[in-house]
């Protein structure tokens, strides 16, 4: 029996539905949500943009930039950005834009945000906004859009067709019956001498380039451990029917074989069960073998994934002995990123230095010179930027040149305003934007419960008594000496219930929910100081971070499990750390 008669009556079927429906044919339909991927006639997929939604006319706003789809802020979003939404996408305009994630939150990367559109722009990317993946939200903002339908709608639009539904369960019967097999695949484990032989459809694995099946090919070998053996066969079969259960034990398998056959959807659908164990391991030798794997098999998400838990968690990871094992591009990516969360910068100086040392003769001089240039020497306390003057390690000894560069441009940062240094400093963008600094001096931690923190003041509501989820305390105006006088009072508060929230005047609709206040005269700094805090939460046995995020008009709503980037290890016994975060503007 052929693999055509086999699947021949299925398609005779697909095909009466296909007339029947034909006025939905470009319709993309999920199990889950309705996906309409617009793809206008251009030379790449760069800027082109999708709703995701119940609809063809509504939904989530997305855009394909660098490789990836993500989303759109709605700061700024208002009729206009809707309108060449719509336009780009055919339609004859906008009826309105909707904010606050009114379609869903997305995931992967937020690339726009404080849109800027005339209403006139052919495409969303030609519009102002602050840069590609800039931004300060989370997907609680994803905008959304509801366009107008009408008969003058462009011809070249075209959607994502995807009917594997229909024929999945027919494709995995044929799978399971072999019946028409013509092609041999041989699995083999070279150290165990164990193999497996599959008889499965040449026109299936046709569909797989990575593979270079040919019309001429009957077989093909594959070397993989023999663990994985045994996730063989389910693999085989989600290349009939694209449906599979991936559980702990068999992500990494099914992980390693969707990477030698190039599937990369179902790469990036088991990278999200890794994801779920990154919080798991104190020690660090998980996430640091996970980020290794994710660099061998190409999966960016399970890199980036790993790289944030691993810079929420920096400052321990530098006192694990884990640290000193790390590669090259590892620290390299780490040490590129503004999410850190250490006690301040001379810290990482402190620990590249000490990596360096370690290392010996395996780092060239030009890998040191490279990420001793990723250091922020402007933002390193002033008082340890003099001591750095008289450091013996052997990264200085090795690069004294750099040293003084850094010396010297970081008392200039903390000597002169930075309106007289900021046009200097070309290509030098982050060097002035801190990371998440948790020294006392910048950040303040509340315990779910009791805290016994003396330097903090306790706030007394003669109303209610003490609440010790209440605390104020004072900053300098920004790290620069020119501000260590000039101090911002701050306000941090967690509520628990509609009764806490109520207390203040305050309407919470979940719980718990961070507020984060200036007092004060800080509006003064408004024309060259903006604040970007954060909140940090963090398991109090374990000392992990495990979820970062920032303020919206001074409040922050936990996420739950569902939502969050990450699964919450301690649900019930966590602490919440406010950080003041100054920028210059």
Not at 103 to 125: F, Q, R, T, V
Not at 283 to 292: D, K, P, W
Not at 546 to 555: E, G, I, L, R
């Amino acid at each position: 029996m052929s693999l055509l008669s086999a699947i021949f009556p299925a398609i005779m079927y697909q095909s009466r539905i296909m007339f029947l429906l034909w006025p939905l044919l470009f319709l993309h339909v999920s199990a889950h949500r309705t996906l309409f991927d617009y793809k206008p006639k251009q030379p790449t997929q760069e800027g082109r943009v999708r709703l995701v939604g119940d609809l063809p006319s509504s939904g989530r706003v997305e855009i394909y930039h660098d490789g990836q789809w993500g989303t759109v802020c709605d700061d700024g979003w208002e009729l206009a950005e809707a309108q060449v939404v719509c336009r780009q996408m055919g339609f004859p305009g906008a009826i309105s834009a909707k904010s606050g994630g009114r379609y869903g939150e997305g995931s992967g990367p937020i690339w726009l945000d404080d849109m800027n559109c005339k209403g006139s722009e052919s495409a969303l990317s030609e519009c102002s906004f602050k840069g590609w993946g800039v931004t300060d939200c989370s997907h609680k903002e994803d905008a959304g859009v509801v366009c107008e339908t009408g008969t003058n709608i462009t011809s070249n639009r075209q959607f994502s067709v995807d009917n594997s539904l229909g024929l999945s369960d027919d494709l995995g019967l044929l799978f399971d019956s072999g019946d028409g097999c013509d092609f041999s695949i041989n699995v083999r484990d070279l150290s165990e001498e164990a193999e497996l032989a599959f008889c499965v459809h040449r026109l299936i694995l046709l569909i797989y380039p990575e593979l270079n099946i040919t019309n001429e090919s009957r077989n093909l070998t594959l070397d993989v451990s023999q663990t994985c053996h045994p996730h063989v066969p389910t693999f085989l079969r989600y290349l009939y029917t694209r449906q599979i259960d991936v559980s702990i034990t068999s992500a990494q398998c099914l992980h390693q074989l969707a990477f030698i056959f190039g599937v990369k959807k179902l790469m990036e659908d088991v990278g999200r069960v890794f994801t779920s164990l990154i919080p798991e391991d104190n020690t660090f030798q998980t996430q640091v073998s996970m980020y290794e794997y994710g660099v061998r098999t190409g999966d960016l998400v399970l890199q980036e994934n790993v790289l944030q838990y691993l810079s929420w968690n920096c400052e321990f990871l530098i006192s694990s002995p884990v640290w000193s094992t790390i590669s090259f591009h590892m620290i390299d990516a780490l040490l590129q990123r503004s999410d850190l969360v250490v006690k301040d910068e001379a810290l990482l100086l402190e620990g590249l230095e000490r990596w360096i040392q370690d290392k010996g003769d395996e780092i060239s001089s030009e890998q040191q010179a490279s990420l001793l240039n990723h250091i922020r020497f402007l933002l390193i306390p002033v008082d340890k930027l003099y001591e750095i003057q008289f450091s013996s390690s052997v990264l200085h000894q090795n690069h004294e040149k750099l040293y003084l560069n850094g010396l010297l441009r970081g008392f200039q940062f903390n000597a002169l305003p930075f309106s007289k240094i900021r046009s200097k400093m070309d290509n030098m963008s982050y060097d002035y934007l801190p990371r998440i600094y948790t020294a006392d001096e910048w950040s303040v931690l509340i315990n779910g419960t009791a805290t016994n923190y003396p330097r903090y003041n306790y706030e007394y509501d003669y109303r209610y008594g003490q609440n010790n989820r209440i605390q104020t305390f004072s900053t300098p105006a920004h790290p620069s000496a020119l501000y260590s006088r000039q101090k911002v009072q701050w306000q941090a508060q967690v509520f628990r219930n509609v009764q806490e929230c109520s207390n203040y005047g305050i309407s919470c609709k979940s719980f718990p929910v961070a507020r984060f206040l200036a007092n004060g005269n800080q509006n003064i700094y408004t024309n060259t100081i903006r604040f970007c805090n954060r909140l940090i939460l963090t398991c109090k046995n374990q000392n992990n971070v495990f979820h970062v995020q920032d303020f919206k008009n001074s409040m922050a709503v936990i996420p739950n499990n569902s939502t969050m980037g990450l699964p919450n290890p301690c649900p019930d016994d966590y602490s919440f750390r406010f950080v003041v975060r100054p920028e210059y503007i």
